[in-house]
Structures are given as structure tokens and as C-alpha cells.
């Protein structure tokens, strides 16, 4: 994926927390409420896109997006696509040489 697309992903995921957070700012979401979030904004983000040499966009989204729920769980997803998106284009090249070797994998399979 190219590192314009992740930042695109990780934008659009780290608004959906956001806006909802601010919605709800008495309760905090739980891990599995915010895996959600950010597999929504990522999933959108990601297909906004066109990853080169992918036939299969949406195979290779949600298997970009398995990736990272295999890796991490909801709170970590987002403190990670918070950061990233505070550090700007750095922070989403770190986030894309965190997950190459995921990333390998999808490409492969899409």
C-alpha cells in the first residue's frame, strides 16, 4: 500500500473515535467498540484507494485490517492511528514498516 493510502486509512479511522468519543465523552468505549471504529475508518479509507498490483481491493483491505486486529487490540489500535496521524506522513511510513511483513502477505493473496 502505498503511504499516501495508509495515511488516507489511518486518517479516516482516527475520526470515527473522535467524533464518537466527543458524542459520548462520559462513557469510554470499550476495546471491541473501538476495533470497530477504526476497522470501519480503515476499510473506508483503504478503499478510496487503488493499492498497485492489487485486482481484489476490498480481499486486500480486510485482510490489511485482520492484520492489525490480530496484532492489536482496540485501545492500541488507537493510540497507534492517533499518534500516527499527529506525526502526519512520518507517522504513517512508520505505521507501513510496522505491518510490511502483513502487508507481503495480502499482497500476495490479492
Known amino acids: ?3 499516501e493510502s495508509l495515511a488516507l486509512c489511518l486518517l479516516s479511522a482516527a475520526l470515527i473515535p473522535d467524533a464518537v468519543i466527543a ?3 462520559q462513557s469510554q468505549p470499550s476495546s471491541a467498540q ?3 471504529r477504526i476497522n470501519d475508518g480503515f476499510v473506508k479509507g483503504c478503499l478510496a484507494g487503488k493499492t498497485p498490483n ?3 481491493q476490498r480481499g486486500y483491505c480486510n ?3 485482520s492484520s492489525y486486529n490480530s496484532r492489536y487490540d482496540g485501545k492500541t489500535l488507537s493510540a497507534i492511528t ?3 496521524n499527529q506525526a502526519g506522513q ?3 511510513a512508520l505505521v507501513g514498516v ?3 511483513p502483513e502487508k507481503q502477505k495480502c499482497v500476495a493473496r490479492f
Open 63 to 65: 485482510c490489511m485490517v
Open 23 to 25: 458524542q459520548t465523552a
Open 34 to 36: 473501538l476495533t470497530r
Open 54 to 56: 492489487i485486482s481484489n
Open 98 to 100: 510496522m505491518m510490511e
Open 90 to 92: 512520518p507517522g504513517a
Open 1 to 3: 500500500m502505498r503511504v
Open 82 to 84: 492517533q499518534l500516527a
